[in-house]
């Protein structure tokens, strides 16, 4: 995707979030790996499965804070849009 073509407001947040993805892929596989050495007899459905689960309220947590920030007129989506990036930018740092 072309960040040109997106709203200027848009643009920092994700080319933020694009970065992290980025820095942060290295971290992501160290813990992929460490799943997979602590449990060798997991297929990697199941291991992807674990990742999951151990994500998801993490996750859900802070997309509720996002959504709660949303509700608010005007200022609310401001401060949404940058809840929601720091909810992706939280749950690649707790990927590490």
Known sequence: MDLGDLP????PPLRAL????????PAVMAQ?????????DLSPEELSKRLIRKTRVRVAATGAASGAA???PGIGTVIALGTVTGQGLYAMEQEA
């Open 8 to 11: 200027p407001q848009f643009r």
């Open 18 to 25: 694009a970065t992290v993805i980025r820095n942060r892929e």
């Open 32 to 40: 992929v790996e460490k799943l997979r050495v602590e449990n060798p």
């Open 70 to 72: 949303a509700i608010a």
